[in-house]
């Protein structure tokens, strides 16, 4: 007998599937009071401290334009059906599934560890993309305000920053952002993935809605912030048609540059995006993994650089030319807007030497 999915309100997936590193799996059984066909309960979101000793990542990959991120959250309330960040949840024991929407990390420590790293002697200033594991202003950032306060230190030490987000909350920080924006140091995206208010909802159930994200833009940019967009995923024969229309709307809100991804589904995502297709488009389920195949090697993902955010094939092909061509048409720029280092300066209070904080000789 097929197990019924849960439907739990305001969550994207419907289960808390085992992650690749758990040994055993588990599965919903009738009790024989016919608990199957009750109601999921409400899922809380619980809040836990990450002990990370570092926040700040450097990486190294062709299909980036930058080399460090920080993200002072893990997991993400917003819980889009197709986050790529979903897997990164097993590394805590935790499922992708449920638990990376409702079990989050924060790190109460960032703004010390931030300090710390970008007064060390041998820091080298470079732009840091905030929050593109998880977003940086999902819900919990209204009360533990954790990417505010690594701007305030970015805009202390005149360090330049991109971010990437889906919530409307980053107009709250438009006083940090617009400063620092006229020296040369900070740029926003917003992602936007559909036009469907009812498809955004099952997507990205704790996401801004899309009108409110055109708002969020159009905001930004008239506070002198530059903003661009990131279609991002392209969901290919139930979202990508918005494609143009997305590019538009964003250049009439004020951006100037942007960027897309195809559908990502590494590890553990496949069966969690299968499974929801199949709960809320199962006639599309079918049409919409078979092109993501077609433009994966016959796979539902491919790691390798080069590949794995634009995939291949003619679908892929096809999507980067629209890409391209409206781009084009609106005067919109795929790079990322430069940003200025040299004003980069750590305060006097937060450099260190070998043993810790540099005490008075007498």
Request: proline letters at 7%.
């Amino acid at each position: 007998m097929n197990e019924k999915p849960l439907i739990y309100k305001g969550r994207a997936a419907s289960s808390n599937q085992v992650s690749r590193f758990d040994p055993y799996s588990r599965v919903a059984m009738d009790d024989g009071w016919g608990s199957l066909d009750e109601a999921a309960p409400p899922l809380r979101t619980e809040v836990s401290l990450d002990a990370s000793k570092s926040v700040i990542n450097y990486i190294q990959s062709p299909d980036l334009p930058f080399e460090r991120t920080l993200n002072p959250y893990r997991g993400c309330e917003h819980g889009c059906i197709y986050c790529y960040a979903r897997p990164t949840h097993a590394y805590l024991g935790l499922s992708p599934g449920l638990d990376f929407e409702s079990k989050l990390l924060i790190k109460p420590d960032v703004v010390a560890l931030l300090k710390k790293e970008l007064a060390h002697p041998g820091y080298k200033c470079a732009p840091i993309a905030l929050a593109m594991n998880t977003d940086g202003y999902q819900p919990i950032e209204r009360e533990y305000q954790l990417t505010r306060q690594v701007i305030a230190v970015l805009s202390e030490a005149n360090h330049p920053f991109s971010l990437v987000t889906k919530s409307a909350l980053v107009e709250r920080d438009i006083d940090l952002i617009a400063p620092m924006a006229a020296k040369g140091l900070a740029s926003i995206y917003l992602s936007i993935t559909t036009l469907d208010r009812q498809i955004a909802r099952r997507l990205e159930p704790r996401a801004a809605t899309p009108e409110r994200r055109f708002e969020t833009l159009r905001k930004l940019s008239e506070a002198g912030i530059p903003t661009g967009v990131m279609v991002a995923p392209v969901i290919p024969a139930l979202t990508d048609h918005h494609m143009e229309q997305i590019l538009e709307k964003a250049h009439q809100a004020g951006a100037r540059k942007a960027g897309y991804v195809f559908l990502r589904l590494p590890h553990e995502l496949t069966t969690l995006f299968e499974d929801w297709l199949q709960q809320y488009f199962p006639l599309k389920a079918a049409h919409v993994m078979s092109l993501v195949k077609q433009s994966r090697g016959g796979k539902a993902y491919q790691s390798e650089f080069g590949k794995r955010m634009r995939g291949e094939g003619i679908f892929a092909d096809l999507l980067a030319s629209r890409f391209k061509l409206s781009c084009q048409k609106l005067g919109m720029s795929g790079e990322r807007t430069g940003f200025r280092t040299d004003l980069f300066e750590a305060p006097d209070a937060w450099k260190l030497n070998k043993t810790g904080p540099q005490m008075a000789l007498f």
